[in-house]
């Protein structure tokens, strides 16, 4: 096997970097900056989570060392840059992007919380049998595809619970909570299977020089497949809560509306 880089090293990828300067330019374009401050630091913040995960000592460890450093780039791109995103972005950004029937009409599908979850779910799943995931590590176009799968539907993923616009709605808070109650049990599966394997699953990682001491192949598969099994179960919990937060507000100011009101989506009547 070929010594890879030091893992430390801060490598920056000029597809990512551009990429982060198209998104972050067409936000400011569109009008993004006019957001109240707390949603376009949510945006920034999830411009620096793709930053941090797909460049640097992060993602070094991931594509050459360490299978947990690979899981944790996963989550941060599943479980945190999609809501940041989402809570970032307000409703004038989004509606051009809609303007086309031709985006909307599939739009309406996708967003949809059983398709959504769908499609967010079994990407995650099956990319983590060791056939395909052993086919994305050593093929590094195939590596980009999955990371560009994983980002976009997690997106769709949590789009029921974080849409910018009332025109693709938010689910009702009480199914927002039992929708990422679900959610939470295919990714747990996942983990618990990895953690508790006895063998390596990856063989390129049980090739990959070792970045500590007493951290073997084995050791290290364990502490990725408990990131995904304990770690993201718990961000999904969190979610959970905030979401049980902002339905008990609403039940003490006795609104009995079972929709998200508008001033979720920051579009509040004038």
Same mark, same amino acid.
């Given at each position: ?67 947990? /450093?690979?899981?944790? +780039?996963? *989550?941060? %791109?599943? !479980? #945190?840059?999609? $809501?940041?995103?989402?809570? &970032? ?82 689910? /009702?808070?009480?199914? +927002?909570? *039992?929708? %990422?109650? !679900? #959610?939470?049990? $295919?990714?747990?599966?996942? &983990? ?50 905030v979401v049980w ?7 003490q100011r006795g ?16």
């Amino acid at each position: 096997m070929i010594v890879p880089p030091p893992w430390n090293r801060w490598d920056l990828h000029p597809s990512v970097v551009i990429g982060l300067v198209l998104l972050g330019g067409l936000y400011v374009f569109l009008g993004g900056l006019r957001a109240e401050r707390r949603r376009v630091t949510a945006f920034g913040a999830a411009l620096l989570v793709i930053f941090v995960a797909l460049n640097g000592p992060l993602h070094n460890l991931s594509d050459a060392y360490l299978f947990s /450093a690979h899981m944790a +780039q996963h *989550l941060l %791109l599943t !479980l #945190l840059f999609p $809501p940041l995103l989402l809570y &970032g972005t307000p409703a004038w950004v989004v509606r051009p992007l809609l303007a086309s029937r031709w985006v909307t009409a599939p739009a309406r599908i996708l967003t949809r919380p059983v398709i959504a979850a769908a499609t967010f779910t079994a990407p995650i799943v099956l990319w983590h049998v060791p056939l395909f995931y052993e086919a994305a590590l050593r093929n590094h176009t195939l590596h980009i595809l999955q990371h560009l799968v994983f980002l976009a539907t997690a997106v769709l993923m949590w789009w029921p619970i974080l849409s910018p616009v009332p025109e693709l709605p938010r689910i /009702a808070y009480p199914c +927002q909570m *039992l929708y %990422l109650f !679900l #959610l939470g049990l $295919p990714m747990s599966i996942t &983990g618990a299977l990895i953690t508790l394997s006895d063998a390596v699953l990856y063989p390129f990682y049980a090739e990959a020089p070792r970045v500590w001491k007493g951290v073997d192949a084995l050791s290290d598969q364990q502490i990725g497949g408990l990131l995904m099994w304990v770690v993201g179960g718990l961000a999904l919990w969190g979610a959970m809560t905030v979401v049980w937060f902002r339905w008990s507000v609403r039940e003490q100011r006795g609104d009995a509306e079972q929709a998200v009101p508008l001033d979720a989506y920051a579009v509040a009547p004038r």
